[in-house]
């Protein structure tokens, strides 16, 4: 984006490869916008798989979160995506201008005077703006400004892609809960440039002292999927355990103040949270569009930080909230609060109230308590005639059908 406006740019990556980490994840509208904008969102409809549902139940089968986005408005679904796919396309986005320095890392950033340090002790800069994006795990924002709060949640997850198959459920995020202390997740994820084959994404919740492959016992583990969910378990027939299984730590981190001088905080560098409610990739998207949109209006970076700053702030306080408050509802040792959940979540997300603001959070548009962040008409409409067209799609082989049988 940044490269588009006319910006020189310089990306400092220290991975001697720069690719895809972990499995897929869903994309909310509010993410899909932002690649609206950019021109993308024909690329990633072409790969990714619409969801029109979250649904989530006990081992014994009772509903704790039944959420369908049609509910908010007929327009709307999120996006189930490979980070393949991602990755992809928005490295392909960045042609014009592009300096990519891999395999080095940033190992000191100097706020005041523009420049950075990386591992082998060269000097870059000075720069005009340094964005310090590295992540949930960020050893550079405590450079730039200290934390409010940074700390790791005690569980993690363990993820993987397997072939979708025969699943039955294509359009829908689908969770199992043993109380709060197991959790599994299938996303239809679809495919990405160079693999045709439609995917799902696994997810497994763990304590982080489990993570990692020396703990995990491959036969214990798969007859513990196994009993919660049989279904999954057989998708996973193929996948190697544990070596094929990626590891993920999530973090809380707040800062007050996200830039300092020459320096501002973007991403989980900025707001890391658990990834319950699934924002993350859509609030990076928002933070780089925010960053963008700011230094389009002001004449000094020092302005368009002020302003990028309070807009994005404004917007993410409430899904840090809901994302903190949410977590031990579904991955801890908390039973009794998992029993409440387990009462109460499904008739309260039935309340009218109660619903439509679930559906606001959920697709990212909710803006402060109550307000309402606009997705563009012209967005709205491009996914609208996305869905007829699925619609078509999904409809002619019925069709066809029934022209046989006539005949
Ligand atoms: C299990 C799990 C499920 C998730 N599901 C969803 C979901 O469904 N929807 C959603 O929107 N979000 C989801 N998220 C969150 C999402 O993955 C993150 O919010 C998102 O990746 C943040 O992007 P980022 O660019 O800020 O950081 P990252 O994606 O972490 O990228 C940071 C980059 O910086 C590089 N880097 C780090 N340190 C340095 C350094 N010192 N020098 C140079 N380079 C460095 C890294 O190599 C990396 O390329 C999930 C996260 C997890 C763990």
């Not at 690329?43 to 979250?54: C, E, K, M, Q, S």
């Not at 190992?107 to 990386?118: I, K, R």
């Not at 198959?165 to 599994?184: F, I, K, N, S, T």
Request: contains cysteine; charged residues 20%.
């Amino acid at each position: 984006m940044l490269s588009a406006d006319g910006h020189q740019v310089e990306v400092f990556e220290r991975a001697p490869t720069p690719g895809p980490v972990g499995a897929g994840f869903l994309l909310q509208p509010i993410g899909l916008a932002v690649l609206w904008e950019m021109g993308l969102l024909a690329g990633v409809l072409a790969h990714g798989a619409p969801i029109t549902r979250l649904h989530g139940q006990t081992a014994s089968g009772r509903p704790v979160m039944d959420m369908r986005y049609h509910e908010l408005d007929a327009r709307l679904f999120g996006l189930g995506l490979q980070r393949g796919a991602l990755f992809e396309l928005l490295d392909a986005a960045w042609s014009d201008g592009r300096c990519m320095h891999v395999d080095c890392e940033v190992v000191s950033v100097d706020s005041d005077a523009g420049t950075l340090v990386d591992a082998s002790g060269q000097r870059h800069g000075p720069y005009d703006l340094i964005v310090v994006a590295d992540g949930a795990a960020s050893r550079l924002r405590g450079q730039v400004v200290p934390a409010r709060l940074d700390r790791p949640y005690p569980w993690g997850a363990q993820w993987c892609l397997v072939e979708q198959g025969d699943w039955p459920w294509r359009d829908e995020l689908r969770q199992r809960y043993v109380r709060a202390h197991r959790m599994v997740g299938m996303l239809p994820v679809g495919t990405r440039p160079g693999d045709a084959t439609p995917r799902l994404s696994f997810f497994w919740s763990v304590p982080v002292t489990e993570l990692g492959s020396s703990a995990t016992d491959g036969e214990r583990w798969r007859s513990d999927v196994a009993g919660l969910w049989p279904e999954a378990a057989e998708r996973l027939d193929a996948t190697a355990v544990p070596d094929g299984l990626a590891s993920a730590r999530y973090r809380d981190a707040v800062h007050r103040d996200w830039y300092r001088g020459r320096a501002v905080l973007l991403g989980d560098s900025a707001h890391a949270m658990s990834p319950q409610l699934g924002q993350g990739v859509n609030m990076a998207l928002l933070d780089a569009q925010g960053l963008r949109d700011a230094l389009r209006a002001e004449s000094t970076v020092a302005a368009a930080m002020a302003r990028y700053q309070k807009q994005r702030q404004r917007h993410v306080g409430i899904y840090h909230f809901w994302s903190r408050w949410l977590t031990p509802l579904f991955q801890s040792d908390r039973h009794r609060l998992a029993a409440c959940r387990d009462l109460v979540f499904h008739p309260m997300s039935r309340l009218p109230g109660g619903r439509g603001q679930m559906l606001r959070v959920l697709t990212g548009t909710r803006q402060g308590w109550m307000g309402t962040w606009q997705l563009p008409s012209g967005f709205l409409e491009a996914l609208n005639a996305t869905r007829q067209s699925q619609q078509l799609a999904d409809a002619a082989p019925c069709r066809q059908d029934a022209q046989i049988s006539s005949a």
